[in-house]
């Protein structure tokens, strides 16, 4: 990685920058909404893009000196659309969270009802916790998952029906089974909601055709760019062509400024790389890695939530070990391995400490880490967590995190 002039004018930020690059390439990510991009998305989030003004639209700008940003922003949407299979895609979006809320602005007015995934159950803070805008100023009823980790249909649909919401989301940042986007969009039906189904996990897995694409069921999707994807961060819009326009002014001027031309021009290169036979492998290795960790985890003789894992990720119950979520967490950092504490359901420890932590490949996948690395990584986190107490123990697992680490070398 060059860091020649930013050594020149600025050391003290180079060096966090460089120790930041360390840290990554010696620890086992197994955060879930994490990956490691490629150099090329690198070099274009990097360009001189960035410095460029360009509100409003394609074709359709407040700044002149647009020609080249409007091919790039047109390349991004149409990569979109037929990556995703939608009519329609707004690429500006800073982030996840604001491509939710650009939805919200653009389906309903404030104090109208949506029904959402509870955040403690999987769901996400943009999808109507009472901390976030969403639910300071929208009315929120929220569905969770069951004992076996699944959603229940037939509880979203009675919920559907009691409550009358303008809008139902889908999606999550915390569920490991297959989302039924056809069953959504029936419940949606009955009740005259709209449907919003938020892909930002699983989105590479949509790309790869490895998980059913809610394409022919939501009238909104919306995406991260940067967790399974594997692009830069930042978020997309998609939806069907009635409410292309209604998207694009929730956008702007609705809720930002000027676009990040350069995260665009990244988004569009990870979205072609997306297209790739080599994504598709890339994927499916995902797949198979999570359900390796999971069955050596359970092997160890650890519990999963739900069980068997259907995609990218699993949360380890912590209950049975008598161990919180929160000490896990950080016992796991201490032998190399980067991981978030999760509430479990019915968790009987409050969301700062929890007893479960949160488990996903996509980051390991892109190292090049297979089947076998999994179960090695499966009995490192059982090790650790077994022999919290026991420094020896620690550090001897941390070697063999390391040596995983070396064995599949990142960025060199
Ligand atoms: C990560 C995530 C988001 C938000 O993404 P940010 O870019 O962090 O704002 C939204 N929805 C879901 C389901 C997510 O997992």
New binding site residues.
């Given amino acids: 990685m060059n860091l020649e002039h930013i050594k020149q004018t600025d050391p003290v930020v180079a060096e966090q920058i460089e120790l930041e690059l360390k840290r990554q390439q010696e620890t086992i990510e197994l955060i879930a ?1 994490e990956n490691c991009t490629s150099l090329a998305v690198m070099e274009a989030s990097g360009s001189v893009l960035t410095n460029k003004y360009a509100e409003g639209k394609p074709h359709k700008r407040y700044y002149n000196g647009c020609e080249h940003i409007d091919v790039i922003e047109e390349i991004c949407q149409k990569r979109a659309c037929e990556l995703f299979g939608m009519d329609h895609a707004n690429v500006q979006p800073h ?6 809320m650009a939805v919200f602005m653009a389906t309903m007015k404030p104090g109208d009802r949506v029904l959402s995934m509870d955040l403690s159950n999987g ?5 109507g916790s009472p901390v976030n805008f969403s639910g300071l100023y929208f009315d929120v009823k929220s569905y969770g998952i069951n004992e076996y980790g699944e959603i229940d249909y037939d509880d979203v649909r009675k919920m559907a029906i009691e409550h009358k919401p303008k809008l139902i989301i889908c ?3 915390n569920y490991s089974k297959i989302i039924d986007f056809k069953r959504f969009r029936e419940i949606a039906d009955e009740v005259g909601a709209l449907l919003l189904a ?1 892909i ?2 699983i989105a590479g897995l949509v790309a790869a055709g490895l998980h059913p694409s809610p394409a022919p069921y939501a009238h909104f999707v ?1 995406t ?1 760019t ?2 399974s994807l594997r692009g830069p ?3 997309i819009i998609m939806c069907k062509e009635e409410f292309a326009q209604a998207i694009d002014k929730a956008v702007f001027p609705g809720m930002q400024g000027g676009p990040l031309e350069h995260i665009i021009a990244a988004k569009a290169v990870a979205l072609l790389e997306a297209s790739k036979p080599e994504f598709k492998e890339y994927a499916a290795q995902i797949i198979k890695n999570a359900k390796a960790l999971a069955q050596g985890l359970m092997d160890e003789g650890l519990d999963i939530v739900g069980g068997m894992t259907e995609n990218h990720l699993m949360t380890l119950d912590l209950r049975k070990t008598g161990k919180t979520g929160k000490d896990m967490a950080n016992v796991l950092e201490v032998v190399g391995i980067t991981a978030n504490k999760n509430t479990v359901p019915n968790d009987p420890q409050s969301p700062f400490v929890t007893s479960g932590i949160r488990l996903g490949t996509p980051a390991v996948t892109t190292r090049g880490f297979k089947e076998e690395d999994m179960t090695e990584v499966a009995k490192i986190i059982a090790g650790a967590i077994y022999a919290s107490d026991n420094e020896q123990g620690l550090k001897n697992l941390r070697e063999r995190s390391l040596k995983l680490c070396q064995k599949h070398p990142l960025y060199t």
């Fill in positions: 909404s982030s996840g969270a604001q491509a939710n769901g996400h803070l943009s999808h999606g999550a940042s938020d930002a996990h919306t991260t940067h967790k961060r930042g978020g």
